[in-house]
């Protein structure tokens, strides 16, 4: 048989998803030396020591079995007390489920309440696995752009007008991937109103909820009315530097974890012991370090925008996350050129903003999950490059 005869035998909805632009610009960049990489979100700092330490404590004590599908009790008890932190009470046993990082999930999640045909509203710029997931579920992504001139806020009138009978559910991140947009209490009430007037679930990703700077999170089950409707997901790969941990969590209400643990059992049966166990470690002690990464981070965006600033490229201010989401349209190259010629003329990796949906067309994202030193020298670099194309 030839290859394109192969092809036939591949599911049509995978063989319409294109592979993730960001990992296209990072395999480019992994080729070529002495390239700065503002693309990839990931932490540069390590886990911490006494994270890593209980793993290897773990280790010698032999825990090298299986879990629960739901995952360790202890975990379960410290991610509801985190919960409950937050405002908003889950029971350990019925209401927690332990994943394979938010990835798993995020994917539970679709699965266990998308019906063929049903419509999920998702605000974008948005993660790059929000439209293909609700895809595979065999789900409808309709998609909100948002812009830099309302900060990249959903609105209460815009989701309004977006409802159809088929809509089932929304898909929430905030703080904000790739933005770093984030929303107050007041914006998400708005929010809420409408998905318990048109009877909407709701999937909350709050992977970046420790990494706010401006205001205080707000945790959307935490909302009147809205515990029940929503499935909350979260992690440890962003505040704790734990992204080759694998290991996120849901909670919601025990049908909607019921549902996802049916699938989880039967394809992933359970997340990791040893990370498990220095998760615990993470909840129970992981405050201080957290906190100092987190301080390193805002000292970060500030010498982004500052230095962005200086340069001449406009950048809405980010509230949260790790990721600037600075303006390029005005140089006259679409995102993607924008991207690959500062890739190859000045060695810095970005990532175009149209790979994140409507309303990044004309944007690029740049982490700042990186040295003072290498953003230093990244934008000094992407200074250089605007002059060469005559924008500065």
Not at 174 to 187: K, S, W
Request: charged residues 20%; contains cysteine.
């Amino acid at each position: 048989m030839t290859a394109r005869q192969w092809s036939d035998y591949i599911n049509p909805v995978v063989k319409s998803i294109p592979p993730s632009g960001i990992r296209r610009f990072f395999d480019l960049a992994a080729e070529m030396k002495g390239v700065i990489s503002l693309g990839v979100g990931e932490p540069d700092f390590v886990t911490p020591w006494h994270i890593r330490e209980a793993c290897i404590y773990s280790l010698h004590q032999g825990h090298t079995a299986y879990t629960s599908n739901h995952g360790l009790p202890e975990l379960r008890e410290e991610i509801a007390k985190y919960l409950a932190r937050k405002g908003v009470q889950y029971h350990p046993g019925r209401e927690i489920l332990v994943t394979v990082g938010v990835s798993e999930a995020l994917d539970l999640a679709l699965r266990a309440i998308i019906c063929p045909g049903d419509e999920v509203i998702i605000p974008t710029p948005c993660y790059v696995s929000y439209m293909p997931g609700t895809l595979m579920a065999g789900g409808v992504p309709v998609t909100v752009a948002t812009s830099m001139d309302e900060g990249f806020r959903l609105t209460a009138e815009k989701l309004e007008a977006t409802i159809t009978p088929k809509t089932k559910a929304l898909l929430l991140c905030f703080p904000n991937n790739p933005t770093g947009a984030v929303m107050d209490r007041e914006e998400l009430l708005k929010i809420a109103q409408v998905v318990e007037q048109h009877d909407l679930l709701v999937i909350s990703d709050e992977i970046y909820d420790q990494l706010t700077y401006t205001g205080e999170h707000t945790c959307f089950a935490s909302l009147p009315g809205m515990r029940d409707r929503t499935i909350l997901l979260n992690g440890f790969s962003k505040a704790y530097a734990m992204t080759g941990w694998r290991l996120g969590y849901a909670a919601a209400h025990g049908d909607f974890i019921a549902a996802m643990t049916k699938i989880h059992q039967y394809t992933m049966l359970c997340a990791p012991i040893t990370a498990q166990m220095s998760a615990i470690e993470a909840l129970r002690y992981g405050e201080t370090a957290m906190r100092k990464m987190v301080e390193q981070y805002n000292r970060r965006r500030r010498l982004v925008l500052h230095g962005f600033k200086e340069i001449g490229l406009p950048c809405f201010e980010p509230g949260g996350a790790f990721y600037a989401f600075p303006y390029i349209g005005d140089t006259g190259l679409t995102a993607e050129e924008f991207a690959e010629q500062l890739l190859k003329e000045e060695k810095v990796a970005v990532i175009p903003g149209d790979v994140f949906g409507p309303g990044g067309e004309q944007c690029i994202r740049c982490s700042y999950a990186s040295s003072v030193e290498d953003l230093t020298t990244a934008i000094k670099r992407m200074g250089r490059f605007l002059k060469k194309i005559g924008k500065h």
